[in-house]
């Protein structure tokens, strides 16, 4: 969830989701154990900690000063799988949730409320797994969004589907003033705030028929100055490597969440 803290001038200063509606707005990993996780984040992304608003059990993650990603130690209270997981922003968490369940969705927990804001925890008609979070966004919002840490990209079988799936649900593409835009790439789906490119959605081929080898999720990349010492620590750390490239690498911390480390050049 969204575990920041808003602010110290007061709400008038936060970045609500109501303007930045259908876009990420967040990245969050549920833990089993916060302070081994924690470590693990330190020792292969150089992440740096604060304790968010909401107690103990969350923490934002910082690099350079600038917040990156949450993690909560929820996966054992709530009964959740340790995993990274996309939050996008919307007007109306209840809507959001009304409009998951009416098009094949499910929703796993909430809305819930986290002052200041609410929160829910949702899986798509394919079983990839997202949050949507209403309200103030977490101290230094507008710094995460241009530093660019976090980007995601949704590995599904028919990215159209998809697409349709998630602008029915987030607003996308809806006309309506500050909305999302979706852009029909040659292999995928790119989606767009403000300009900038936010997400992307893969099946291969736009125009292919669905592929039933991929298992649906979002994946979550972080950008980093230099890939293979991320891939070095993660092992040496209790980690694994599920793919390297040059300029890429798939791992997967202790507890089993997967991330990919991607070259801040090739972002």
Same mark, same amino acid.
């Given at each position: 969830m969204i575990h920041g803290t808003t602010h110290s001038s007061g709400a008038a200063d936060a970045v609500s989701t109501r303007s930045i509606f259908g876009a990420p707005c967040w990245v969050s990993l549920s833990s089993r154990d916060l302070d081994a996780t924690q470590d693990f984040y330190t020792a292969v992304l150089g992440w740096r900690w604060r304790t968010a608003r909401l107690g103990d059990r969350f923490r934002t993650a910082l690099a350079d000063g600038t917040p990156v990603a949450g993690i909560a130690e929820a996966a054992t209270v709530w009964q959740m799988a340790v995993a990274w997981t996309p939050y996008f922003a919307v007007a109306d968490a209840d809507v959001a949730v009304g409009r998951v369940r009416e098009r094949g969705g499910t929703v796993a927990v909430g809305p819930i409320s986290f002052p200041p804001g609410r929160a829910a925890l949702l899986a798509d008609r394919d079983g990839a797994r997202f949050g949507v979070w209403q309200g103030q966004l977490v101290t230094e919002w507008e710094a995460w969004r241009q530093a660019a840490p976090t980007f995601i990209t949704l590995h599904t079988r028919d990215a159209f589907a998809a697409t349709i799936f998630y602008g029915e649900v987030l607003d996308w593409a809806s006309g309506l =003033?500050?909305?999302?835009?979706?852009?029909y790439a040659a292999d995928q789906v790119l989606l767009r705030s403000q300009g900038d490119i936010v997400a992307r959605i893969e099946s291969g081929s736009v125009e292919a028929p669905p592929d039933p080898s991929v298992? =649906? &999720?979002?994946?979550? &990349?972080?950008?980093v100055a230099d890939v293979g010492p991320c891939v070095q620590s993660a092992g040496k750390h209790g980690g694994s490597v599920l793919h390297e490239g040059e300029h890429e690498a798939v791992l997967r911390d202790p507890d089993g969440a997967q991330f990919t480390v991607t070259s801040r050049r090739r972002r």
């Open positions: =003033p500050g909305c999302c835009e979706v852009e298992r =649906p &999720h979002w994946q979550v &990349h972080f950008a």
